[in-house]
């Protein structure tokens, strides 16, 4: 009888072409002295560029930085860890701050030319040719080049910039010995899928079988609007944010096309707020018109949804609360359940509709001896409330916007989902929002309202959003 083939298996990653290069050379030139493993640096270049883009959602990019803790780090590589990430700290791969002493230290990668200058240095001190650069015999690479589909940009070719857009893709042979680090994350996200509650299991089933994107159109949409903030950045901070906004989008993009196949897309419980996170929930929301089949889907969102949420808590501080007090949270009800928060404090303090989402982070979610002068309007007018937040903030100023993530899990995830799957409906979850296919709008509406309705006592503010 024939022995059965045995199946392999692999683990794909994307990287920056510059980046990896840097890498390769300097493990072919010797600087290495230790037993190494190469799958294992660009396993945690990957941790640290796909960690990023969930750091950066609010799309500040002046760095791409990773918090990785030392536990993190031990678990999935064991004790190895230490001088891999050593090499690349100590051979300006990486970079982490000292800062962060004592604390979760955060990994940083550098502005990608320096990568090609010391590349380019070392080349030639060597006196050796790109070509003479042995790849490791543990993985394939392949080159991409990310702007090949992209239209509408001229002279490409000539721009200095073009380098940012080449990639590889690292296709990694899956052993007894790697697989702990390449595919553990996968794994214990379907050991998190398959011991959880029913609606949240058939959820995350649904997720990893159905969500796809339109990797080749969303790649071009963020390359061609990557060489627009280019061209319009005038320092070379400006355009060190607009690489790394670029970069941490494509990465995204790749993880959710690589899907199941490369072990990228995931699902699974946040253990501190109780919310789940997944590609979608990481994806910039200009990229969600590229999600397969977003045409024939809806988008519901709860509008100033954390400031929605607060009401919760708030009822319980109206029972035997002063008349001051209960003139404030009703008047803050008001505002915040017909969608009107920001406006209010755009009005308050008479700035922009997006300076006043900013002024709430401050006054929401800093530490209370911060941002003192920015505070004092909304103090004077809701002197109460403010009490309140900070009352929550005193032992540690991420308790509060924890409280409310909290809340909103138990809302969207145990509440609206619950009685969505009951109904055959499964949708995609971005925390505060659903996306279902359209022929369930009205359904999925009901019973988000009739949920805010019990946990609220009124139905707040719900956007929808349609591409068609």
């Excluded at 590589?77 to 990430?85: K, S, T």
């Excluded at 969102?301 to 209960?326: C, G, R, S, T, Y």
């Excluded at 909290?406 to 995830?413: A, P």
Aim: hydrophobic share 35%.
């Amino acid at each position: 009888m024939a022995k059965k083939k045995a199946y392999k298996k692999y683990r794909t990653l994307h990287l920056p072409k510059a980046i990896v290069d840097n890498l390769l050379l300097k493990l072919h030139l010797g600087f290495a002295d230790f037993d190494y493993k190469p799958e294992i640096f660009v396993s945690i270049l990957n941790d640290i560029i796909s960690k990023s883009s969930i750091f950066n959602k609010k799309e500040k990019f002046q760095y791409l930085f990773s918090p990785l803790d030392s536990r993190f780090l031990k678990n999935k590589y064991g004790n190895a860890y230490v001088n891999h990430i050593d090499f690349l700290a100590s051979n300006n791969i990486i970079w982490n701050d000292n800062y962060y002493k004592n604390k979760t230290t955060y990994y940083y990668l550098l502005e990608l030319d320096k990568y090609i200058e010391e590349y380019n240095k070392l080349l030639s001190i060597h006196n050796i040719i790109s070509e003479d650069v042995v790849t490791p015999y543990c993985f394939t690479i392949t080159e991409q080049n990310l702007s090949e589909s992209t239209e509408n940009i001229t002279d490409l070719n000539n721009q200095k910039n073009r380098i940012s857009t080449l990639w590889y893709k690292i296709k990694i042979l899956i052993t007894s010995k790697n697989k702990k680090y390449l595919t553990s994350s996968y794994n214990d996200d379907s050991t998190f899928i398959n011991n959880a509650p029913k609606h949240i299991k058939k959820m995350g089933s649904h997720f990893r079988k159905n969500f796809k994107i339109d990797a080749e159109k969303a790649i071009a949409f963020s390359t061609t609007q990557y060489f627009e903030n280019i061209d319009k950045a005038e320092s070379e901070e400006e355009k060190l944010k607009a690489y790394n906004k670029y970069t941490s989008r494509v990465t995204s993009i790749k993880a959710i096309e690589g899907g199941k196949n490369s072990k990228s897309i995931y699902f699974k419980l946040n253990k501190t707020n109780g919310r789940i996170d997944t590609n979608l929930t990481n994806l910039s929301s200009d990229l969600r018109q590229f999600i397969v089949g977003y045409e024939d889907m809806v988008y519901l969102d709860l509008k100033n949804a954390q400031p929605v949420l607060f009401n919760i808590i708030l009822k319980k501080h109206l029972i035997n609360a002063k008349e001051d007090l209960k003139k404030e949270i009703n008047q803050y009800f008001e505002y915040t359940t017909k969608g009107v928060w920001y406006e209010h404090l755009q009005e308050l303090y008479s700035t922009t509709r997006e300076e006043s989402k900013n002024l709430w982070m401050k006054i929401a979610y800093s530490k209370n001896k911060s941002y003192r002068n920015d505070k004092k309007i909304f103090k004077d007018a809701y002197p109460n409330i403010y009490k309140i937040i900070s009352t929550y903030k005193a032992k540690d100023h991420s308790d509060f916007a924890i409280k409310l993530q909290k809340i909103e899990s138990d809302i969207f995830i145990d509440k609206i989902c619950r009685k969505l799957v009951e109904k055959e409906i499964i949708p995609f979850t971005i925390h505060d929002a659903l996306i279902v296919k359209k022929e369930h709008k009205e359904i999925t509406l009901k019973i988000m309202e009739s949920v805010f309705e019990e946990t609220l006592g009124k139905i707040p503010c719900i956007k929808e959003e349609h591409h068609e």
